[in-house]
């Protein structure tokens, strides 16, 4: 069973920056697709950036050109860099990731999941 753990939180100044990684347990880590999320206090959490099976991004609105996600499935690692950060931008963040299992090779059943990982929190001071 794969296992996210992030790194990176903290406490940075408003126009500040911070970058996070998200690091997945075993070997031959290859998903579909890995995101970024957060949630700040009182508020559901959200989609902050993607990518996808293609390999293209998606990026929420509030943190277009600030921030980039990335990726090496050889480092079985994801990357958050944000830049110009902002006080709304206090959350905890999380990653996750999209898996495929095979659940019988004769006829090419498979199961997919979502992992996450438990969260690391930021905070922009202004």
């Known amino acids: 069973q794969v296992q996210l753990v992030e790194f990176g939180g903290g406490l940075v100044q408003a126009g500040g920056s911070l970058g996070l990684s998200c690091v997945a347990s075993?070997?031959?880590?290859?998903?579909?697709?890995v995101g970024w999320y957060r949630q700040a206090p009182g508020k559901q959490r959200e989609l902050v950036a993607e990518?996808?099976?293609?390999?293209?991004?998606n990026y929420a609105d509030s943190v277009k050109g600030r921030f980039t996600i990335s990726r090496d499935y050889a480092k079985s690692t994801m990357y958050l860099q944000m830049n110009s950060l902002k006080p709304e931008d206090t959350a905890v963040y999380y990653c996750?990731?999209?898996?495929?299992?095979?659940?019988?090779?004769?006829?090419?059943?498979?199961?997919?999941?979502?992992?996450w990982g438990q969260g690391t929190l930021v905070t922009v001071s202004s």
């Open positions: 990518i996808t099976s293609s390999g293209s991004t």
């Open positions: 996750k990731a999209s898996l495929r299992v095979v659940v019988n090779v004769i006829i090419g059943a498979y199961r997919d999941y979502e992992v």
């Open positions: 075993g070997s031959n880590f290859s998903p579909n697709g």
